[in-house]
């Protein structure tokens, strides 16, 4: 195989992975507690009891976390033949990072003195009608911080303890959901996992 076929084959490989990257999380197991892709998870605690969880990815909105969580603890609720659920605890937690993109127009190298010893980290970047100017993090151009974006990532995950019953739901307990509406009625903003992907 020529090399430009492998060139060719990995930028698809890659541009498949990064597709694979760019969408919510959907609804699906989640594989492991250190999986980015995210999904459902539930342990057993006691005969009746789980703690059921969602983690989303960074494009995966809180109310669509909280959504497939509670939808979860329907389906687990009718699959292990019980018919209504009582939410025991809730919470939903948000992790944010932020991340420093400098301008493209930024040249990162380095420059001379304290307290790096001889070298220390700095930047250039062109400053339109100032023409090219520096950075560093001790002498820098105070304009610099309007060359540089910066860019929060939130990531969701939100968990419940539920206890399950048989029979019908009492009425007027807001913690309490019967498992088969809850299912039928959110049926349809469930996004499932894309066969191949």
């Known amino acids: ?32 507690a250190s999986s980015t892709a995210g999904g459902f998870s539930e342990q057993k605690l006691e005969g009746d009891r789980y703690r059921v969880s969602f983690a989303g990815n960074s494009l995966t909105s809180r109310d669509t976390v909280e ?15 019980y018919d209504w659920f009582e939410t025991a605890d809730h919470r939903t937690d948000k992790t944010s990072r932020s991340y420093v993109e400098p301008d493209p127009f930024m040249r990162p190298g380095f420059g001379y003195g304290y307290p790096y010893g001889y070298w220390r980290p700095a930047w250039r970047y062109y400053g339109g009608a100032y023409g090219w100017r520096s950075w560093d993090p001790f002498w820098g151009d105070p304009f610099f911080a309007d060359r540089a974006q910066i860019r929060t990532v939130e990531r969701f995950e939100a ?39």
Not at 11 to 18: C, K
């Open 1 to 32: 195989m020529s090399m430009k076929k492998v060139a060719i084959a990995a930028a698809l490989v890659i541009a498949a992975g990064l597709s694979a990257c760019a969408t919510p999380t959907p609804y699906q197991p989640r594989m492991s």
């Open 67 to 81: 959504r497939y969580l509670l939808y979860r603890s329907a389906e687990l609720t009718v699959q292990q033949g």
């Open 159 to 197: 968990g419940a303890e539920i206890v399950m019953h048989k029979g019908r739901k009492p009425e007027g307990d807001p913690r309490a959901y019967d498992a088969r509406e809850i299912m039928s009625n959110l049926a349809s903003a469930i996004q499932r996992p894309v066969p191949g992907k």
